[in-house]
């Protein structure tokens, strides 16, 4: 197996939607996770409609923030493995 990158992670699956449905679950607004990132609320509207790829930095803080699991990197490796994405 090739390695998998850190864009294989984040345009894979559909993490881009899974940060907004947390975010909406947990009523945070948008101005408010963008300052726990570090990033305006303008970018990090771009990332969630897909217009805009996260830097490392900020999928890690996501990561780190519970909005993208490690079981859901876990599944994306495993899903790639499985189909022989290098």
């Keep these: ?15 881009v939607n ?3 449905k947390i975010r909406e679950k947990r009523n945070v607004t948008q101005v408010q996770l963008a300052m726990e990132l570090g ?25 780190s923030l519970g909005y993208i699991t490690k079981k859901t990197i876990y599944g994306i490796v495993k899903e790639m493995s499985e189909q022989g994405v290098n």
Excluded: C, H, R, W
């Design 1 to 15: 197996m090739g390695v998998i990158t850190y864009l294989d992670l984040v345009l894979k699956k559909d993490n």
């Design 39 to 63: 990033v305006t609320q303008s970018a990090l509207s771009q990332i969630e409609m897909k217009n805009k790829i996260p830097s490392m930095k900020t999928f890690l803080m996501l990561v």
């Design 18 to 20: 899974l940060i907004k």
